[in-house]
């Protein structure tokens, strides 16, 4: 299957800081990305669609000034978590959409610990 | 996206086959079945999926009832490596995917 890459795999940060978050398709050029969040013992919450040269679209409920995506390309998209705070501490995870089907595949996600 | 429903845990013995069933009876004629797993603290990974005949793949077999209202996901040999949350979810081309509580499989020595 193809290979979805996202840096850093952990990250710990002060509160009031911003986190970047990079997602990388390795092996195919994604037009869509997608990127969720979750929670110990949930599962996955749908946070944003990134569409590559446009503005992400964003579910319900999340703060699209506090989690800024950028997808500049066809093969990254960012997910910035701005001025974090303890309650902001996850696992996200990201996937792209293969261009052939309609399949998505995932990264390993990014552990984040907001202190 | 259809509903789908799932039994929320299930045990395995080693070496034998794994059935999760997943049911989906508003499920309409063009929306796809796919089946993701998340072993812990990793991202989701993609299993196989179908729309109305029965897949196979070198990581598991997909059964889709004829009436399409529900599916079973066999993982033929079941190791402790496939221990893990299973989710079916329903899904029209082009949509998001949006994932349930899904199936704990624990696969026993």
């Known amino acids: 299957g193809a290979v979805v890459s996202q840096h850093p795999s952990r990250v710990i940060c002060k509160s009031g800081t911003s986190v970047k978050i990079e997602c990388r398709s390795l092996?195919?050029?994604?037009?869509?990305m997608f990127w969720y969040r979750q929670f110990p013992k949930q599962s996955l919450m749908l946070m944003a669609t990134s569409n590559e040269g446009s503005k992400a679209t964003y579910e319900q409920g999340v703060e699209k000034d506090k989690f800024l995506i950028n997808h500049a390309s066809l093969t990254l998209s960012t997910l910035t978590v701005t001025s974090a705070h303890p309650e902001d501490s996850s696992f996200y995870i990201c996937s792209a959409r293969e261009p052939a089907g309609d399949t998505q595949y995932f990264g390993p996600g990014t552990r984040l610990t907001v202190l | 996206d259809a509903k789908t429903t799932q039994p929320p845990s299930m045990d395995c013995a080693e070496g034998r086959a794994a059935n999760l069933p997943c049911n989906h009876s508003t499920i309409s004629g063009n929306e796809y079945v796919y089946w993701y797993r998340q072993i812990h603290s990793q991202g989701p990974q993609y299993i196989i999926h179908?729309?109305?005949n029965n897949e196979t793949n070198e990581m598991a077999s997909l059964i889709i009832t004829e009436d399409r209202k529900s599916s079973t996901l066999i993982l033929p040999h079941a190791t402790l490596r496939d221990t893990a949350v299973y989710y079916c979810?329903?899904?029209?081309?082009?949509?998001?995917?949006?994932f349930g509580a899904g199936t704990i499989l624990r696969v026993k020595s």
């Open positions: 179908g729309l109305k």
């Open positions: 092996d195919f050029q994604a037009t869509t």
């Open positions: 979810i329903a899904l029209y081309y082009g949509n998001k995917l949006v």
